[in-house]
Structure formats: C-alpha cells, structure tokens
C-alpha cells in the first residue's frame, strides 16, 4: 500500500477489528464495559437539558411542552445525553437532569449521581458564542467543581463543533467562495481541532483529570441540514468537506483535511492505543445524517423513511426562516415549543429548525452511538 495511505484508514481498520470480535461475542460485555454513576453532559444543544425538567422538558434545544389534549406527552428522554443517561437508570422524575450552567458546586457538594450537563444550545468550541459559553469554558468549570479530580465511573459526553461550522461556512459563502476564503477557513477549523483552547485541549484536560471514557460526537454535515439543503451545490459540497471526507483525502500534511479527520487523525496520535478503544471514542455522525435525510433529490433513495421520519428532511418543524437564513439569525434556532402542533405530529420531523434535531432526531444519534459504536468499542 503506497505512502498516500491516511490515519483515517487505520482508525477503520482498528474500528472493523472490535467490531469483528464484538460479532463473535467476545468483547462486549468484557472489555471496558461502561456503569457510570454520572453522565457529565458538554457543549452543545445536543446534550442542552435546558431547565431540566422531565415533565415539560422545558428550554431544550428541540421541541419543547406539552401538546393539547395530551398532557406530558413529552415526559421522556429528549436530548442525546438524556437517552443515554435513561439506558443506565441516570434519568427519571426522582432523578431529574440537573443543569450546570449556571449552578456552583464544590468538591464536597458535587452530585455523586445522575446527568449533569453544562452544555449550551449554540456554543462554541474554543471561544465563547451567543450564551458566554464555549467548550472549553464548560470542561474548566465542571473540572474546578470536582477539584480536577474526574470519577472513574463518569461518561464524559461532548456534543460539539456545529455551530464552528456553521461560522466557518458562512464566512466562505460571504466571501465568494474564493481560494483565499477557503485556505481562511480550514486555517479557522484548524484552530477549531488542534488550537490552544481547541476541543483537543478539551480532551486533553479530561484525560489528564483522570477521566475514563470520553464520548467525542462530532458535528453534523450542515448540508444535509434544512438551511445547507437550500444552498447551491457548490456550497453544500463546501460544508461537506468541513465535517468528513468523502474520499481518503485523509493526510496528515493535507491543510484541508475536515473536522472528523484532524480530529481523528489528533487522536491517533497522541492517544494511539486508547482512540476508539479505549478512553477515547469519537463517533462521526455526518455520514449517518446522509442516511437518515437522504431523499431521491440527494441521491439516497428516501432513505429518511426507514427511520421514522415521515416528513422531507428539508422541512423544520418549527416556523423557521430557511433559504436566505443569515449568521444574525441562528440565536432563533433555539428548537420551539408546541403550540404550533394539536397532535404529536411534531415526532415525525428530523428536524426541530434549521440545526437542532426533534425528539426523534436525537434519538437517532442516542441509539447510534449506544447501539452501534459502544458496541464496536466494547464499552458494552
């Protein structure tokens, strides 16, 4: 195999091997199986339990209330760290997700049971956005609060990197698409991975902390968003590029290497024999999103159906601008609550708004990531 060979490839390669043996039986339940005590939540809506209540889910990044008629009939997990916190007994009524955001806790006080979660809709990775929140903001103040101690049995989940690529992408777009905005903005998503408060540091920070696993879900493709699918083709093959490569275009000494390669490629090295396997798994759910939007307009055959999902991908269930949509507007994309249904028509969008997944959207990524990558892993 010639020099051109990526990272990528041998992340894969060790990937299909668990998988292989997770196949035959022989790791699932033997190798680093997961019983966390905690799911500490970070970054973005994703993983926002908003004020935290299980009987409304009032303020999360997705569909919020309750529908006429039908009290409580979001009274279940909703966000992807929720669903993941409810497989291991983390999340009901007698145990409400707490949000971190704004609580203070110190060693002594901290909650020694249940989700916990300093994520905020729209943050940032390294530099704080729209809520004075970023990534790595979030992993200082929840290492402060445990006294820079992480638990052996708390699952780090980090949900991040969307809206860094949202700004990325529009900045190419304002700028015409030129060599010049292009070489700008994967310098930007460089700093975004690898730079000094990038999520790389974020990682780093845990694992140096002691933590013991640490779930990285990656951003989506945004061109396979409601906005990205009403842009030109040439911009959506721009966004593409950003989250994964469709190719094996995956090198080390490539400048243009997306988010889900110089992070994979970041992780191989400085954490070669945990990456994957071990403290580390990264889950790349661009690809997936291709799967679960794709329509004969995208070339996947309505693949979206096989999923639940009734309505075009393309459409939000909220009332949301989408073709012209600007970087002014993305604090609207907060999810929306269900005044607007009568029904609980809402569960058959993938779609809250322009980036936020409904109830079932997060499902998806939730079951995804427990179902097929803990598995492969072995973290179960």
Known sequence: MNQIVSQTFKALCAITVLAVLSACGGASS?????????????????????????????????????????????????????????????????????????????PATFPKKGLLSYAKGNSLIATAGPDAQSLDLQVRKFLTQVG??????????????????????????????????????????????????????????????????????????LARTPWGLSLPTSQKEFLRSLAYDADESCLKTNPNNSFH?????????????????????????????????????????????????????????CSVNVVGYLASDVTKNTGCDTTAFTTTAFNGYLFADNFNFTPLGNTLVSNFVYNTKFYQAAWR
């Open 30 to 106: 033997t190798v680093n199986p997961i019983r966390p005590s905690r799911i500490i939540a970070l970054g973005d809506g994703l993983n926002d339990v908003g004020t935290g209540s299980v009987t409304d889910l009032g303020g999360r990044f997705t569909i919020n209330g309750t529908v006429a008629g039908a009290a409580n009939t979001l009274a279940s997990p909703t966000t992807v760290s929720e669903n993941l916190a409810n497989i291991y007994g983390l999340w009901s009524s007698a145990l409400p997700p707490l949000s971190m955001y704004t609580a203070s806790y110190v």
């Open 148 to 221: 820079g101690v992480v638990a052996q049995d708390d699952l780090i989940v980090i949900t991040a990197g969307t809206r860094d690529l949202y700004e990325i992408g529009q900045q190419y777009i304002a700028a015409l698409e030129t060599t010049t905005a292009k070489n700008a903005a994967f310098a930007r998503l460089e700093t975004t991975v690898n730079g000094a408060n990038g999520i790389m540091s974020s990682i780093d920070l845990l694992i140096q902390a002691g933590a013991k696993y640490v779930l990285v879900v990656e951003p989506l493709n």
């Open 261 to 317: 390669c110089k992070l994979t490629v970041a992780l191989m090295d400085k954490y070669p024999k945990d990456a994957d396997s071990r403290r580390v798994l990264h889950v790349d759910i661009a690809q997936q999103l291709n799967l679960w939007s794709g329509t004969t307009a995208t070339g996947n055959l309505n693949t979206y159906l096989s999923y639940g999902i009734t309505q075009p991908p393309s459409t939000p269930a």
